[in-house]
């Protein structure tokens, strides 16, 4: 098995098509054909259920999109890593960061950095919360920040930083506007929800206190597309936010929920069974974190 080998299968499987991939990567539709076979020969398993129009991960073909995926991502990083040196840059900090970030959060998060390490470049992985976990477990990044609920892993080092409401946004002309002060969430019940995945396991459950369920219209990754999805259609986003993110928004109304559950801490995640790089434990002091 060649690196091209799973460059191609992940190609394959993000094209939806062998046809799509072949266009994209410039090889002949029958060699890259042959190459799915033999890897599953190789693995001894059928990772693809080919139909007219789709392809299908099998169960075995989940696990190896999976592991074929990180496998390139940490090619790319080492490469990156090597063409950094060879440019003059002494360091690179790798960091696995939830999708969807602000302008502030970035800002907030590596102007101090920056201005301490001007020769620094980075790899950034902006992703859900849930991937943020195995990106670090598994060396593709050093650090990540998660917004979700802290998860009971023992190879993890949890450092909570930041805690971000949960809140309500939607049009200026929307019913709940007329509603004085914060929201209940039965107020909630009936109006759809755009949720993302980091608020979705909160929201059910302070739903569930109430003996209530969601009308969950939309689920997605990031936050920016709940709030948009929101805007546009008239619907009820449920996202975290800091007071900094809230005054960003001006177009829409936001109120806080009375539900003293309904908040995410941010954290940032390390792996106890690896050693951190020097510019990556930097990059935690300037967030108050010693890490020895």
Same mark, same amino acid.
């Given at each position: 098995m060649?690196l091209?080998? $799973?460059?191609?299968f992940v ?13 994209k ?6 060699s ?16 693809l259920? @080919?139909?007219?129009r789709s392809?299908?991960?099998t &169960?075995a073909?989940r696990? +190896?999109y999976?592991?074929?995926? #990180?496998?390139c991502m940490?090619e %790319?990083g080492?490469?990156? %890593?090597?063409l ?9 900090l790798?960091i ?6 602000s302008p ?5 998060f590596?102007d101090?950095f ?7 470049n980075? &790899? +950034?992985? #902006?992703?859900?919360?849930?991937f ?9 990044? %050093?650090?990540?920040? *998660? ?5 009971g ?5 949890l450092?909570? $930083?930041e ?6 946004l939607?049009?200026? &002309?929307?019913p709940?506007?007329?509603i004085?002060?914060?929201?209940s969430?039965?107020?909630?019940a ?6 993302? +995945? ?5 929201? $059910?459950?302070?739903f569930g206190? $109430?003996l209530?369920s969601p009308n969950v ?7 920016t597309? /709940? !709030? #948009?999805? /929101?805007?546009?259609f008239?619907s =009820?986003?449920l996202v975290s ?5 809230m005054?960003e *928004?001006?177009?829409?109304?936001i109120?806080?929920?009375? &539900?003293?559950?309904l908040y *995410?801490m941010?954290?940032f995640? !390390?792996?106890k069974? @690896? ?6 434990? #930097? +990059?935690l002091q =300037?967030h108050? !974190?010693? =890490?020895s």
């Open positions: 060649t091209d080998s $799973y460059r191609n190609t394959i499987v993000d094209c939806g098509s062998i046809v799509a991939a072949a266009n990567l410039l090889i002949a539709q029958p890259l054909s042959n190459q799915l076979k033999n890897i599953e020969k190789t693995y001894g398993a059928k990772l259920l @080919r139909g007219n392809l299908e991960l &169960d073909g696990i +190896f999976k592991r074929a995926k #990180e496998i940490m %790319e080492l490469r990156n %890593e090597l950094n040196q060879k440019a003059g840059f002494s360091e690179l790798k696995s960061i939830p999708a969807g970030n502030y959060f970035l800002h907030k590596f101090a920056i201005a301490k390490h001007p020769k620094v980075y &790899d +950034f992985y #902006e992703i859900p919360s849930e943020v976990i195995p990106n670090v477990l598994n060396g593709i990044t %050093e650090i990540g920040l *998660i917004r979700s609920a802290a998860p892993h023992g190879a993890l080092t450092y909570p $930083y805690r971000e409401d949960i809140v309500a939607f049009p200026k &002309d929307h709940l506007a007329k004085k002060g914060n929201l969430v039965p107020d909630l009936n109006y759809p929800l755009a949720i993302p +995945f980091d608020c979705l396991d909160i929201v $059910y459950a302070s206190h $109430y209530l219209s939309m689920i997605t990754s990031p936050k597309t /709940a !709030i #948009e999805w /929101a805007r546009s008239g =009820v986003a936010l800091t007071k900094e993110d005054r *928004i001006k177009d829409m109304c109120k806080y929920i009375s &539900d003293e559950n *995410i941010s954290a995640i !390390i792996s069974d @690896r050693h951190l790089s020097k510019i990556a434990k #930097e +990059f =300037v108050g !974190i010693e =890490v």
